[in-house]
Nanobody, 125 residues
Framework: VQLQASGGGLVQAGGSLRLSCAAS????????MGWFRQDPGKEREFVAA????????DYADSVKGRFTISRDNAKKRVNLQMDSLKPEDTAVYYC???????????????????WGQGTQVTVSS
């Protein structure tokens, strides 16, 4: 699976951004997708995940209620709508393709076998 993330940028606190990830290769509708983020000097952390059909989602507590993950299987895309952004949301955001069709409670990076190149999100205060 090849993944290409886009949509990052610079935004003021309280603003919104929409990240998108285009997939190619393996049948997109057969696997779950996720978003992770990494700030320099910190470990990469789970942000959100969605199952193969879009019927199940999971969010980190830090973004719940502000971020929304969705997918369009016909267009082979997964999106991350980010609202009410905070400076602490600043990071490089990565989309990833799961080895599984379902959302897994472990939220582990090892569950995801393919990764996009990352897109920078910077939130100014």
């Amino acid at each position: 699976v090849q993944l290409q993330a886009s949509g990052g940028g610079l935004v003021q606190a309280g603003g919104s951004l929409r990240l998108s990830c285009a997939a190619s290769g393996r049948t997109f509708s057969s696997y779950g997708m996720g978003w992770f983020r990494q700030d320099p000097g910190k470990e990469r952390e789970f942000v959100a995940a969605i199952n193969w059909s879009g019927s199940t989602t999971d969010y980190a507590d830090s973004v719940k209620g502000r971020f929304t993950i969705s997918r369009d299987n016909a267009k082979k895309r997964v999106n991350l709508q980010m609202d009410s952004l905070k400076p602490e949301d600043t990071a490089v955001y990565y989309c990833a393709a799961s080895r599984y069709s379902a959302v897994r409670s472990e939220r582990s990076e090892s569950d995801f076998g393919s990764w996009g190149q990352g897109t920078q999100v910077t939130v100014s205060s």
